[in-house]
């Protein structure tokens, strides 16, 4: 069993940055693959970013290419999500999640966290 706790979110204007972590308790969070994905009000939740398990590949979804990385670091058990130049349409509840997905992007990732709201003012 992984439990996923997410922290750092929070209210920032357009154009500012904010760092998500997510901390991992378990024996084998260290060895899944994590990921960040986000849910808007009235939408589907989507892909963020995500991270092999030793944290020399990553995935980014192209709608925050550019803006965002993530980044772990295992003797933390804990992975970060930089997010840069935010935009407003940037405001959603932001997911943390671990497993071992057949699709770094369409997982599917077995433990989640209770997400972190961010919102981002124009």
């Known amino acids: 069993q992984v439990n996923l706790v997410e922290n750092g979110g929070g209210l920032v204007q357009a154009g500012g940055s904010l760092r998500l972590s997510c901390e991992g308790s378990?024996?084998?969070?260290?060895?899944?693959?994590a990921a960040w994905f986000r849910q808007a009000p009235g939408k589907e939740r989507m892909f963020v970013a995500s991270?092999?398990?030793?944290?020399?590949?990553?995935v980014i979804g192209d709608s925050v290419k550019d803006r965002f990385t993530i980044s772990r670091d295992n003797a933390k058990n804990s992975v970060y999500l930089q997010m840069n130049s935010l935009k407003p349409e940037d405001t959603a509840v932001y997911f943390c999640?671990?497993?071992?997905?057949?699709?770094?992007?369409?997982?599917?990732?077995?433990?989640w966290g209770q997400g972190t709201q961010v919102t981002v003012s124009s």
């Open positions: 991270v092999n398990w030793r944290g020399d590949t990553t």
């Open positions: 999640a671990a497993g071992q997905p057949r699709n770094y992007i369409t997982g599917p990732y077995a433990y």
């Open positions: 378990g024996r084998t969070f260290n060895t899944y693959a």
